[in-house]
Structures are given as structure tokens and as C-alpha cells.
């Protein structure tokens, strides 16, 4: 009997503890889709928001691949996969986490002073702080520092040390930043023209038009309304409700379409495009991940 791949040992022990868990190849990255997942030919998990209808057994779609069951780690098709692999990854949204990866000497230098004490894990160029709770996941939330949770993977680096503690508000605070909406005339976008909502890119949802155009509208409302402070969470919080009238929709539901209107009503009273574009993305996620 030939002996367990290392990272495959690692796998099935995180596994084990109920952690979540994929291979990843050369260049630390998951490996790419089956011929059947290539280019969404699966019908795939539209931008890893859903878990759509892949039932393929390969290791494809990245942390959505992630699990805990060793008969599907240790099955014929993911053999060829754990000889090539270079390490693992686990879903920290899975296991119930929050990483905050601190890339570099001065983004730990900020937790420290910023942060709660938590467990701290050691990379290559600075640290991962492991928080109990899971959130959306958000890449560049200032400099040096993602937060990665729901709809990603990290890296597997060891255990850590310290205590793990609950995920606090200054994590989740960072991903809608801004505190005061900036006037109009303070804010440079680069906007393109307005994309909109329409039949033609919900053709799976089971919504009339004027019931998704009308609450539509209502969020946008309440986004314009907000011209002193506050735009991007509205904004968050519009995209968040209104994606949650679609829970039970077939899909497509022209979420991304939603999206645009959303973020353009953000942006037209002022808000930055990049904090009303994460706002919005991590309303739709959110209300994605509930409903899953």
C-alpha cells in the first residue's frame, strides 16, 4: 500500500476536527476545473455565490470544494489531485472563522494596535488572526489587510498560537469604511453608464417586473435619501434585502444587474465607487450565504 501524501494526511486531521478542507497545487492556488466545470459548462456556482447545480466529484470551484468528508478525500478522482499538491487550504467561513491576513510588518503593526488579542498564525510576510465567527470576506480592506470568511480559502499554515477569540465589530466595521457620505463634488468616478435591470437578464426569476421594479426603486430611494452620512450602509442594506426576495427564485435573477442601479444611486450622492461597490457586493453575498 503506498504511503499518504502529506498534504493529504494534514487534510484528513483538519478534516477530522471539522474544518473544511482542498487541495492546492504549485503557486499555492486550488487546482482548475474539470473539463465538465470548464467555463461554467456544469452550470457551476455563478460567482461562488450559490452552490448552484455542480454535482461533479473533482476538486473543482475552488473553496467551494473545501469539505470534511474523508471518503470524498480519500475517493479515485481526487487521488491524482493530492500527489500533486503542494499544501492545503481550508474554508474558514465553513468552520465557523474569520482570518484577518495581515500581508506585511506594518499591516500587523495596525492590528496590534487596532485589533482584540486573538490566535495568530505565521506566514511568509506577515500574519494571520484567527477570530471565532464567520463574516463576508473582503480583499484590500485597507492597506495590507483582507478579511477572509464566507466564499473564500486560506491557506493552511499550522495551528497558531493564543486564544481564538469571538469576531469583533471592528473586523466586520471594515467593510463599509466610510463614515460621512463626501459631497458630490468631492467624489471622481469613473462610473460607466448605468446598467439596469430587466427581463433579459432574470430570465429565472419568478418575480413579475413591476413587483422587483417597485422595491427597486423603494432602495433606491432610501440610498439618495442619504446625502449627509451613511449611504454605503444603506446601500449594503438595500442590496442585502432586496437579493433575499430572490432566495427562492430558480435564477438567473439579474442580481449583478441590481447591483449596478444600487451602486450608481451610492455614488451619485457621493460615496466612493469602490466602498459602494464592496457595500453592495457584500449586501448580496450576505444575504446569499443566509439563505444557503
Keep these: ?102 500581508d506585511n510588518a506594518a499591516a500587523v503593526a495596525w492590528a496590534r494596535e487596532s485589533l482584540p488579542a486573538t490566535r495568530v498564525v505565521q506566514t511568509t510576510r506577515g500574519e494571520h488572526w484567527l ?18 470568511s464566507l466564499m473564500q480559502y486560506a491557506r493552511w499554515l499550522g495551528p497558531g498560537t493564543g486564544r481564538m477569540a469571538v469576531l469583533p465589530a471592528a473586523v466586520c466595521a471594515l467593510l463599509v469604511k466610510e463614515e460621512t457620505t463626501p459631497t458630490p463634488g468631492e467624489v471622481a468616478s469613473s462610473l460607466p453608464d448605468r446598467s439596469t435591470w430587466s427581463r433579459q437578464v432574470a430570465t429565472g426569476c419568478r418575480h413579475t417586473e413591476r413587483y422587483v421594479r417597485t422595491g427597486l426603486e423603494r432602495g433606491l430611494a432610501l440610498v439618495r435619501a442619504r446625502t449627509e452620512s451613511g449611504a454605503a450602509s444603506q446601500a449594503f442594506g438595500v442590496a442585502r434585502f432586496l437579493a433575499a426576495q430572490h432566495a427562492a427564485c430558480p435564477g438567473p435573477c439579474g442580481l449583478a444587474a441590481i447591483g449596478e442601479e444600487i451602486v450608481t444611486a451610492a455614488v451619485l450622492v457621493g460615496v466612493p465607487e469602490t466602498y459602494a461597490r464592496r457595500a453592495v457586493a457584500n449586501g448580496l453575498e450576505t444575504a446569499v450565504e443566509r439563505a444557503a
Aim: proline content about 12%.
Design 1 to 102: 500500500m503506498s504511503a499518504i501524501p502529506e498534504p493529504l494526511r494534514v487534510a484528513l486531521a483538519l478534516a477530522a476536527a471539522g474544518v473544511p478542507v482542498l487541495p492546492l497545487r504549485r503557486g499555492k492556488v486550488p487546482f482548475g476545473n474539470c473539463r465538465a466545470c470548464k467555463d461554467g459548462a456544469c452550470g457551476g456556482r455563478p460567482n461562488m455565490k450559490a452552490a448552484g447545480p455542480c454535482r461533479c466529484p473533482a476538486p473543482c470551484h475552488a473553496w467551494a470544494a473545501a469539505t470534511t468528508d474523508p471518503r470524498v478525500l480519500t475517493s479515485p478522482v481526487w487521488a491524482p489531485v493530492w500527489r500533486e499538491a503542494v499544501a492545503v487550504a481550508y474554508h474558514p467561513g465553513g468552520a465557523g472563522l474569520t482570518v484577518v491576513d495581515l
Design 131 to 148: 477570530y471565532r465567527g464567520a463574516m463576508p470576506s473582503a480583499n484590500a480592506v485597507r492597506p495590507g489587510v483582507d478579511v477572509k
